[in-house]
Each structure stands twice: as structure tokens, then as C-alpha cells.
């Protein structure tokens, strides 16, 4: 499987922010663009469009002459797939018949995801980005040509962009993600960033989508405020992090700094919600319940089967604590923290009648791990810096709401009351089906050596006229 990704519930946004005034002291520009010359960062501003329902895309060119197509932006997945064939919920697709440059290399590719899958077959051909770094680059492409619950009703994209490292690539990592190629190809830094514009805005209008930034070949310091926080990326496949703490409120969650990273942690700009372990999620929820001013909610609003209603105008933020996440700052014995307000994870939905606001809840269980989903991201500036093996957060400039900021960020605070490792024991992928294969060869011997003891027995009390198969015993049991 690769990257879990949106629930992609239909929703439409309102309270359209102003888009912000991109000011500059006198060096900004000279910031924001690399000496290259490749990439001008203020270009890719507002290159995204979408929400955290139906994902964020990217407008891209595929082929000669271009086709172009939206893209889903991925990072919990490594590769790049366009639809390429007629499907009902799609306006268009990619026809590889009219691209002078498309090469099929013949190989099928098929990935699952934690909703949804499709397969069809690798090729490759050239890919430009309006809005993205100059130039144009020549990538693999998984032509989709079936599938399954992926392509949803009212989303506006045609295709997705793994942003994850080679381990996640199918059918193997041999297949170079689509970053690989565009850092190679145009000698861009090896590092993009994502300001997700989303945050705290209702889900129950018809604006246009609010957008947001992928920024390849850096970070644009006019989305975002105060300074970046850095995490170390634990390992590389997906963007894998390291929790060390949970706090509800001011109340610390107390369990096992590993149940935080059971089975891993990971970053994941395709998965809508904020997904947590099941403990962990029990955890949060009864200490959601016990801090707040609503002991009495149906089960049915915490396990996202229901929504909660409140009359129009009165917003139930008041009644919801705070959510911290500690996560294990580049210096390994200090922490950092981000947090998100009610704002964030009480979602508002579409209403069903005039008279009420309804809510659901942006935080679900897991059973393949912590997720920082689009929730969590949508209030922060994420920095994905691969040449530092490092993740960084800073405040997001558009996760604000009536003018109070949706999102904060704190620290350093002292990680000594912690493991030294808290995703220790986690096994990955590939370790795993050594492991299982490894275990299949041990009772492969032990049952070899079983029978061969068993039967060996046999033969010799057999020569010696003693008890065969054909014994008084079988015998009277058919009978």
C-alpha cells in the first residue's frame, strides 16, 4: 500500500480569506528566488487549489504538445499516475496516443491505498509545471487505466503526485519518483514545502476552493511567520517522524512514548484527517470528553459516523480543547511543539437545513499509525528538507480565522522524561517480509525434521514385526 489519502468528503468552502499581500523589505524577492535562476518561489504562490475533503492539486503539462491535467499532491506516496482512460467522475484524461514523447515501457504497476486503487501500465514522457520551477523534465508515469474508488464524485483531479521517497514506489524503487527527477534534471535543492490553505474554513460554501503553495526547490518566507522548526526524518520512505508526547488541553496523555509511533508516524498531505493509533485515539477522546463542557456526545461523533449540530451562529469551538503534538527537535534531547485549535479539527460540513451548523470530527483511528493528515498540516508551513533529512514547521500565513491564529507552534522543551527512541521496534516493510520469510523457513525445517522423526520410527518398528499404520487401533476406529 502506499499513502493513505482523502476522505475526499464533497465539500465546498467559504469565508474566502483575502488572498495575502505578498510585501517585501528589499531583499524578499532576492529571497525568494533561487540564484539558478530555475526557480522564482513567488511563481509557484497559490500554484495549489483544493481543500483537505478533496486534496490539493497541482496544474501540470504532460506530453507533446501538453495535456494539461490537475494533480492530487501526495506525500505519502511515490508515484506519479494520470488517468488514461475515460472514467465517469473525470472531465478529462491523459491520451497517450497524442503525445509525440509518451514511451510505454511495458511493465503493469497496480498500488493500493488506504482508500481506493488503481493499476495500469509504466511509461515515460515529458512533464512541465506552469506554475512550478522553468523547464521541462522527462519522468515515469503510471498510465491508470482502471480502478477502483479512487477517482471520487467532485473531485477536480486527474491524477496524483507521490512526493514520498523511492522505497514507495511500485512496482519497485527503481521506478525514480517524480521529485528525484525534477531535483536531478534541473539542478533544484533537493527540498519542497506545502502551505495548505484550508484551515477553519467552512466546508459549507461555494466559493471556489481556497488554494494553497507547493514551493519546489526551497521555502517562501512570505508564507509564513516566526521561525522553522526542524524534525529529523527517522527513516526514508515515507516521511517518517518521531512523537514524543500528546496533550489534550494541558493534560499529557501519559502512555508510552512508542504507542505515539506504533507502527510509524508519517506526514501525509494526501490523508484528509488527523489519524491516530487506537489507543491513542481512545486516549484522546475520553480526555477530550473528561476537559470538556460535552460529557454526554453520542459515540457515533467521536467515531466520525455522525455529525454534531449546533443552532446557526453559535460555534461549538468553546466547548473543545486545544491538540498538542510533541515531536523530537534535530537537537535529540530537546522537543518542539505544534498545536491546533478547535478551529481545526471541529469541521465544519455542508448543512443540511438552514437553521443548523454541523460539525464532525478531523481526528479518526488508525491502524497502520499516526497520521498528520491535511488537518493538522493545514495550520502549519511544512518544510520537506530531504538534503537535510530533516522536516520543518513554521506558523502558516493563511491559517488564520477572524483574524486569531488557528495554529501554534512552541518550544524547545526538554525530551530527557523521554525514550531515547520512541520509534524503536517498529519494523519496516521489507524487514518485516524478511522476518516472515525467515520464520516460514524455521517451521519449514521443524516440520521436516518432525516427519522425519515420525516416520523413521516407523520403518524400523515396522522390520521388527511391531505396530504399522494398518494397527488394531486404525482399524477399529473405521469401523
Known amino acids: 500500500g502506499a499513502c493513505a489519502y482523502p476522505m475526499l468528503l464533497r465539500y465546498k468552502n467559504n469565508n474566502h480569506l483575502p488572498p495575502l499581500a505578498l510585501t517585501s523589505d528589499g531583499n524578499g524577492l532576492s529571497l525568494a528566488s533561487d540564484p539558478t535562476g530555475t526557480v522564482n518561489f513567488l511563481d509557484m504562490v497559490n500554484n495549489l487549489q483544493g481543500d483537505s475533503g478533496r486534496g490539493y492539486y497541482i496544474e501540470m503539462s504532460i506530453g507533446t504538445p501538453g495535456q494539461k491535467l490537475n494533480i492530487l499532491v501526495d506525500t505519502g506516496s511515490s508515484n506519479f499516475a494520470v488517468a488514461a482512460a475515460p472514467h465517469p467522475f473525470i472531465t478529462h484524461y491523459f491520451n497517450t496516443e497524442l503525445s509525440s514523447t509518451y514511451q510505454s515501457d511495458g511493465r503493469t504497476v497496480a498500488v493500493r491505498y488506504t482508500q481506493g486503487n488503481w493499476e495500469g501500465e509504466l511509461g515515460i514522457d515529458r512533464v512541465s509545471i506552469p506554475k512550478g520551477p522553468n523547464g521541462t523534465i522527462i519522468i515515469n508515469i503510471a498510465a491508470i487505466l482502471s480502478s477502483d474508488s479512487f477517482f471520487l464524485p467532485g473531485v477536480n483531479w486527474q491524477g496524483i503526485l507521490g512526493l514520498a521517497y523511492p522505497m514507495l514506489a511500485r512496482p519497485d524503487k527503481s521506478v525514480e519518483p517524480f521529485f528525484n527527477s525534477l531535483v536531478q534534471q534541473l539542478g533544484i535543492p533537493d527540498i519542497f514545502s506545502l502551505q495548505m490553505c484550508g484551515a477553519g474554513l467552512s466546508a459549507s460554501s461555494t466559493v471556489d476552493p481556497v488554494g494553497g503553495s507547493l514551493i519546489m526547490g526551497g521555502a517562501e518566507p512570505t508564507l509564513y511567520r516566526g ?67 460535552i460529557q454526554d456526545f453520542s459515540s457515533g461523533f467521536w467515531d466520525g459516523t455522525k455529525v454534531a449540530c449546533w443552532m446557526k451562529g453559535e460555534t461549538p469551538w468553546r466547548f473543545f480543547p486545544k491538540l498538542s503534538i510533541y515531536l523530537r527537535a534535530t537537537n535529540t534531547s530537546q522537543s518542539f511543539r505544534i498545536t491546533i485549535l478547535p478551529q481545526m479539527y471541529i469541521q465544519p460540513i455542508t448543512d443540511v437545513d438552514g437553521t443548523l451548523d454541523c460539525f464532525r470530527f478531523g481526528v479518526s483511528s488508525s491502524a497502520n499509525g499516526l497520521v498528520i493528515g491535511a488537518t493538522v498540516m493545514e495550520g502549519f508551513y511544512v518544510v520537506f528538507d530531504r538534503a537535510q533529512r530533516r522536516l520543518g514547521f513554521a506558523l502558516s500565513s493563511c491559517a488564520v480565522s477572524g483574524g486569531v491564529a488557528l495554529s501554534e507552534i512552541a518550544g524547545p522543551f526538554s525530551a530527557a522524561d523521554v525514550a531515547a527512541n520512541c520509534s524503536g521496534g517498529m519494523l519496516k516493510e521489507p524487514l518485516l517480509w524478511v522476518i516472515s520469510y525467515a520464520l516460514m523457513a524455521v517451521c519449514a525445517l521443524v516440520l521436516i525434521i518432525l516427519l522425519l522423526l515420525l516416520v523413521l520410527p516407523c520403518r524400523r518398528r515396522d522390520r521388527s514385526g511391531e505396530i504399522t499404520d494398518e494397527s488394531s487401533l486404525v482399524r477399529h476406529r473405521i469401523k
Open 227 to 293: 521561525s522553522v522548526w526542524y524534525t529529523p526524518i527517522v527513516e526514508e520512505w515515507y516521511y517518517q517522524v518521531e512523537v514524543l508526547k500528546l496533550e489534550v488541553g494541558d493534560q499529557n496523555l501519559d502512555l508510552d512514548c512508542r504507542e505515539y509511533n506504533m507502527d510509524k508516524a508519517i506526514v501525509d498531505s494526501g490523508t484528509t484527517l488527523l489519524r491516530l493509533p487506537v489507543n491513542v485515539f481512545n486516549a484522546v477522546v475520553e480526555a477530550i470528553t473528561r476537559s470538556s463542557l
